[in-house]
C-alpha cells in the first residue's frame, strides 16, 4: 500500500477564515512533506518533517504553519491567506529523508482563497 | 543547487508509437532520479527511478536511461496508449537535499 491520503479534496476559505489541511500516510514513512502546486508548473517544496521534526521551511510564509502531530499524520494550517495562495497543495511522505528514497504524493487539496 | 532541465514541455505522439522525454541535472552528485506522471486533477505518480549506480532501468512498457558523464537521463515510453496522456515530472537528488522538479512534459497520445 502506497497511499497518502489527503483531506479536504477541495476547500473555498476567505482571506480572513482559517482552515487546516490533512494528510495521512500508514507506511511507516518518517519523513513527510508539503508541496505547492501552481497549474502548469512543477511542485514546490514547502516544508519537511523527519521523524516529526521540522526540517525544512523553504521560506514559507507565516500564514501557512505546519505541524506534524505524530508520525502519520501531517497538518497545514492556513490563515489570513491572500488570493495567489490559491493552488493544488500535495502531501508527500517517504522511508527517510535523503538518500534517494521513493517519495509518494497524495492526490492534494484543490485550494481556492475568495 | 541542482537544476533540472526538461525537453520538451509538449510532446504529441500517435497510439503506438514510442515517446521519449529527457532531462539534464548540474549538480554531479546527484544520485537518485525519479520520474512522475500526473493526471488531471490528481498528484504526481511515482513511475520509475533509477540511482547513479545504474545505466538502464526498465518496467514493462518504461525505461529510464541514466549517462552520469553527460549528465542526463531519459524516460522512454513504448507502444503509447491514450492512458499514458498525461504531465511527467523528471527529479533529481542528492544524498539530504530535496527533490528537484524538472518543469514537465505534457504528453498526449492521439488515438
Known amino acids: 500500500d502506497t497511499e497518502v491520503t489527503q483531506t479536504p479534496k477541495h476547500l473555498v476559505m476567505g482571506m480572513t477564515n482559517k482552515k487546516s489541511l490533512k494528510c495521512e500516510q500508514h507506511m511507516g514513512h518518517r519523513a513527510m512533506y508539503w508541496y505547492k502546486q501552481k497549474a502548469k508548473k512543477p511542485p514546490e517544496l514547502m516544508f519537511v518533517?523527519?521523524?516529526?521534526?521540522l526540517s525544512i521551511n523553504e521560506s514559507v510564509p507565516s500564514r501557512f504553519s505546519p505541524e506534524c502531530p505524530n508520525s502519520s499524520l501531517l497538518n497545514l494550517h492556513l490563515h489570513a491567506l491572500q488570493p495567489e495562495d490559491s493552488a493544488l497543495y500535495l502531501c508527500?511522505?517517504?522511508?527517510?529523508w535523503g538518500g534517494g528514497t521513493e517519495a509518494f504524493f497524495g492526490q492534494g487539496t484543490r485550494l481556492t482563497v475568495v | 543547487g541542482e537544476n533540472v532541465e526538461q525537453h520538451p514541455s509538449t510532446l504529441s505522439v500517435q497510439e503506438g508509437d514510442s515517446a521519449v522525454i529527457k532531462c539534464t541535472y548540474s549538480?554531479?552528485?546527484?544520485?537518485?532520479f525519479p520520474w512522475y506522471k500526473q493526471e488531471l486533477g490528481k498528484g504526481p505518480q511515482l513511475i520509475i527511478d533509477i540511482r547513479s549506480n545504474v545505466g538502464e532501468k526498465k518496467d514493462q512498457r518504461i525505461a529510464v536511461t541514466l549517462n552520469k558523464t553527460a549528465k542526463h537521463f531519459s524516460l522512454h515510453i513504448t507502444e503509447t496508449q491514450p492512458e499514458d496522456s498525461a504531465v511527467y515530472f523528471c527529479?533529481?537528488?542528492?544524498?539530504?537535499?530535496?527533490?528537484?522538479f524538472g518543469k514537465g512534459t505534457r504528453l498526449s497520445v492521439i488515438a
Open positions: 527529479a533529481a537528488s542528492e544524498g539530504n537535499t530535496p527533490l528537484v
Open positions: 508527500a511522505s517517504s522511508q527517510g
Open positions: 549538480d554531479s552528485a546527484s544520485n537518485y
Open positions: 518533517y523527519s521523524y516529526e521534526k
